[in-house]
C-alpha cells in the first residue's frame, strides 16, 4: 500500500488517507473528534504515525500543518447572529420539505403542486424545476441532495416512485419503481452510490445510484416506514416505523440485525452517532432511547418531555444530543451520562425539527409557532428569534459551515439567514 494524499475533513474533525492498492486508489478515515484547543499536537502525531502503518515519521511536518488547519477551523468563533437576506416564494401549492446542498450555493423544495424546484440562495431565482414528462404525477414529498458532493436529487413521491436528478442540468437519470404506496422518506448513504426510499407499503428499498436498479427489499416493518438513516460507512440503515420498533439492517446482505423494541408508540426519528456506535431514537410515547448499535441493547431512556418527541439529533462530535417536543421544549444531553446540559424554553408551539450548528456549540430549533430560535447548547440562552414567516415552520437547518441557515414554511416560503 501507498500513501497518495491526505484531505481534511472539518466537521467532524478528521483526516482522509488517499492510497494505492494494487493498483487501486482507497480511502480510510481518521476521525479526531477530541480534538480541541488543550490537545498536544505532537503526542496525537506520534501516535497517529506509531498506529497508522501508511504514516510514517516523513509526514510529520505535513500533518502538524493540516490538523493545525482542523484545530483552527473548528475553535474559531462561529457566527453569533445571522442576518434575514432572502425570502423567496417557492410554490403555489403547499411545500413539504427543503434541503440545502453543502455549500449552501443551492436549496431545493417538494411541494403538493408535484414539481420539485432548485433555487440559486444568492439572488432567491429558481434555476430547475423539476417535471414535464420525467416529473412525478402526485405530492413531491421528500427531496434530499447527495451531500458532499451536491451533483445529484433524489424526490420520493406519492405517485409510489423516487427519481434521481442532475443538479446542474434538471435531467432525470433514473426513475425507480417498485413500491405499492406512497413513499415518504428517502436517503442517499454517505457515499452517493445508494439512495433508500421509504414507503406506506411497510417496506424500504435499496436502488443502486449508478445502474438505477434495485438492490433489495426491507421487509418485517408491521406499518408505514417513517424515517431511514444511513451509518457513515453506508454499510447499515436504520429504519422507524408507525409499527413503534427501529431495524438495524446490514445493506449488503439485506439482513435485519436487530429490531429495536421498548417504544410504545410510533417512531418520530431515529439515526446513528458519527462515529456509528449509538443510535437515537424518539416517538411519539414521549421519550427518546439510546441504544447500543452493535448489541441493540437500549442503553438508557430519557423522560423529560410530557409530550410527543419529534425530532433528535447528536451534535457532529456526537458529545451532546438534543430532544424536541410537542410540549414546546427542548433539551441538550451529555453523551457520556446523559444528565441534561441545558433546556430550551421559550417557543409557544410544538417544536417539529432541531439541528445543531456544525461546532456543536449552537441548536436551531423551529416551531409551530411561526418562529425558528437558535440557542447556546451548553447554557440553553436563546440567542436568536428568527421572525418573519406567517406560518408555522416544519424544517430549519445549518449548511455545513454553519454560515448560512434556511427554514422553511406554512406560508410556502423559505427564508435564507447569513
Given at each position: 500500500m501507498r500513501l497518495k494524499r491526505f484531505l481534511l475533513r472539518y466537521y467532524p474533525p478528521g483526516i482522509f488517507l488517499e492510497y494505492e492498492r494494487k493498483g487501486r486508489t482507497a480511502t480510510k478515515c481518521i476521525d479526531l473528534l477530541d480534538l480541541d484547543e488543550d490537545a498536544d499536537l505532537d503526542e496525537l502525531i506520534s501516535e497517529l504515525i506509531e498506529s497508522e502503518p501508511l504514516i510514517t515519521e516523513r509526514q510529520r511536518p505535513q500533518l502538524q500543518d493540516l490538523i493545525g488547519r482542523l484545530l483552527d477551523k473548528n475553535t474559531q468563533n462561529d457566527v453569533s447572529l445571522y442576518q434575514h437576506y432572502k425570502t423567496v416564494k417557492t410554490h403555489v401549492l403547499p411545500l413539504t420539505n427543503v434541503g440545502l446542498n453543502k455549500s449552501a450555493t443551492l436549496f431545493v423544495t417538494g411541494s403538493y403542486d408535484r414539481t420539485c424546484k432548485v433555487w440559486d440562495t444568492a439572488t432567491g431565482n429558481e434555476v430547475l424545476s423539476l417535471e414535464g414528462a420525467d416529473g412525478h404525477k402526485n405530492v413531491?414529498?421528500?427531496?434530499?441532495?447527495?451531500?458532499?458532493?451536491?451533483?445529484?436529487?433524489?424526490?420520493?413521491?406519492?405517485?409510489?416512485?423516487?427519481?434521481?436528478?442532475?443538479?446542474?442540468?434538471?435531467?432525470?437519470?433514473?426513475?425507480?419503481?417498485?413500491?405499492?404506496?406512497?413513499?415518504?422518506?428517502?436517503?442517499?448513504?454517505?457515499?452517493?452510490?445508494?439512495i433508500a426510499t421509504g414507503s406506506m407499503d411497510k417496506t424500504v428499498k435499496l436502488w443502486d445510484v449508478a445502474s438505477g436498479s434495485e438492490l433489495g427489499t426491507?421487509?418485517?416493518?408491521?406499518?408505514?416506514?417513517?424515517?431511514?438513516?444511513?451509518?457513515?460507512?453506508?454499510?447499515?440503515?436504520?429504519?422507524?416505523?408507525?409499527?413503534?420498533?427501529?431495524?438495524?439492517?446490514?445493506?449488503?446482505?439485506?439482513?435485519?440485525?436487530?429490531?429495536?423494541?421498548?417504544?410504545?408508540?410510533?417512531?418520530?426519528?431515529?439515526?446513528?452517532?458519527?462515529?456509528?456506535?449509538?443510535?437515537?431514537?424518539?416517538?411519539?410515547?414521549?421519550?427518546?432511547?439510546?441504544?447500543?448499535?452493535?448489541?441493540?441493547?437500549?442503553l438508557e431512556t430519557l423522560r423529560d418531555h410530557t409530550d410527543e418527541v419529534l425530532d433528535v439529533v447528536f451534535s457532529l462530535s456526537g458529545l451532546l444530543i438534543c430532544t424536541v417536543s410537542a410540549d414546546g421544549k427542548a433539551h441538550v444531553y451529555d453523551t457520556i451520562d446523559w444528565s441534561i446540559v441545558s433546556s430550551l424554553t421559550g417557543h409557544d408551539g410544538e417544536i417539529s425539527k432541531v439541528s445543531f450548528n456544525p461546532h456543536g456549540t449552537k441548536v436551531l430549533t423551529v416551531c409551530s409557532d411561526k418562529t425558528a430560535r437558535m440557542w447556546d447548547a451548553y447554557t440553553g440562552t436563546c440567542l436568536q428569534v428568527f421572525e418573519g414567516h406567517t406560518d408555522e415552520l416544519f424544517a430549519g437547518q445549518f449548511n455545513y459551515d454553519g454560515d448560512t441557515i434556511i427554514t422553511g414554511s406554512k406560508d410556502n416560503t423559505c427564508r435564507l439567514w447569513r
Open positions: 413531491v414529498y421528500a427531496v434530499a441532495f447527495n451531500n458532499p458532493f451536491g451533483d445529484k436529487i433524489a424526490t420520493g413521491s406519492f405517485d409510489k416512485t423516487c427519481k434521481l436528478w442532475n443538479a446542474s442540468t434538471g435531467a432525470c437519470f433514473h426513475t425507480f419503481r417498485g413500491h405499492d404506496a406512497e413513499i415518504v422518506c428517502l436517503s442517499f448513504n454517505p457515499q452517493s452510490t445508494m426491507l421487509q418485517g416493518h408491521s406499518s408505514e416506514i417513517i424515517c431511514v438513516s444511513f451509518n457513515q460507512s453506508g454499510e447499515l440503515l436504520l429504519t422507524g416505523s408507525f409499527d413503534n420498533t427501529v431495524g438495524v439492517w446490514q445493506c449488503g446482505s439485506m439482513t435485519r440485525l436487530h429490531s429495536l423494541i421498548g417504544h410504545r408508540s410510533e417512531i418520530s426519528s431515529c439515526l446513528f452517532n458519527h462515529e456509528g456506535s449509538l443510535i437515537l431514537s424518539g416517538s411519539m410515547d414521549k421519550t427518546c432511547k439510546v441504544w447500543d448499535a452493535t448489541t441493540g441493547e437500549c
